[in-house]
């Protein structure tokens, strides 16, 4: 009698246990198997499904660092069936795996990045985001990773020879970049914001718009794999990608400022870069 009560309270015990575990995963349980209870609670893709909270929850775990990224553009970042990859996510693998840490990556769109680095819901944003003025009011940079230009992507058979060419022309861009701001400023330019880049240059084949302006090796991926554009040789600026984190953050800040002088030294970007480049 005696041993038949035990072996049913250890089993309700367990019950509990068991119940107390899938409805709290990050508080009970190691990340790795916190996050095999969401794939099996219906989640279909590590980049975009987690919530905040969840974010949230790991962090305060300890290992875990939240990358904001838009995984439209490659080759920093990009959908390769259902993994995000890219030159930024490597170069940002490397650095959590230096400081020791775990790297979670949020796909969102291009202006939601650094809303979501001030407001916490990630701990960095990567994104071949370029390091401008006004960006730096609302975060801090680490030290630059890459440089890149924009250009002008137009139909091969176009008469837009240079920039100069472009004003009073229809021009698309994606939502909230450099490119935008560019365009932006061109005399009488009708500037046509995409969420993706990849749909600006959907409406540049289709004659919607008369160029892209985009940055260079992104505009080389996308050429490469569209008939009948081309890229202006003229560079339309010079620009220098960072790492933005929240303003104050400062211990994050030096903490990736030395795994990212650590893997310049190491040759290890170069080598990153090298096999996206030679990918294309
Ligand atoms: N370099 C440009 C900027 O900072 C474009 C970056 C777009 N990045 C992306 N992941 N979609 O504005």
Redo the contacts with the bound molecule.
């Keep these: 009698m005696k041993k038949q009560f035990l072996a049913l309270a250890m089993a309700a015990m367990m019950a509990a246990s068991l119940a107390g575990c899938s409805s709290k995963p990050a508080e009970t349980k190691a990340p790795e198997t916190a996050a095999e209870t969401q794939e099996a609670a219906g989640e279909t893709t590590e980049a975009a499904d987690e919530s905040a909270e969840e974010t949230k929850e790991e962090a305060a775990a300890g290992g875990v660092l939240v990358m904001g ?5 490659p080759p ?2 990009f959908y390769e069936d259902n993994d995000i990859v890219g030159i ?1 996510v490597e170069i940002a693998k490397a650095i959590a795996e230096k400081m020791g840490m775990e790297l979670q990556i949020e796909d969102m769109a ?1 202006d939601a990045i650094i809303p979501a680095v001030t407001s916490g819901k990630a701990d960095f944003g990567a ?4 390091v ?1 003025e006004e960006r730096q009011r609302s975060v801090e940079f680490t030290d630059t990773y890459a440089n ?1 230009n924009q250009v002008a992507i137009v139909k091969e058979d176009s008469d837009i020879a240079g920039s100069a060419d472009l004003e009073g022309k229809t021009i698309g861009v ?1 939502l ?6 560019l365009a932006t400023e061109l005399k009488d330019a009708t500037v046509e914001r995409y969420n993706k ?1 990849l749909e600006a240059v959907q409406s540049l084949t289709q004659g919607k718009i008369d160029a892209v302006v ?2 260079q090796a ?1 505009a080389q991926a996308f050429v490469k794999k569209t008939e009948g554009i081309k890229i202006l040789e003229e560079k339309m600026s010079e ?1 220098e ?1 960072a790492i933005a984190i929240k303003k104050g953050n400062t211990d994050l800040v030096e903490k990736m400022n030395a795994a990212i002088a650590e893997l310049k030294s190491e040759g290890k970007i170069d080598e990153i870069v090298a096999k996206y480049m030679d990918a294309e």
């Design positions: 990224t838009n995984a439209e553009f920093y970042e930024d291009f994104a071949g985001m370029t401008t890149s994606q909230g970049t450099t490119g935008d701001a880049g985009i940055d992104t620009e990608y």
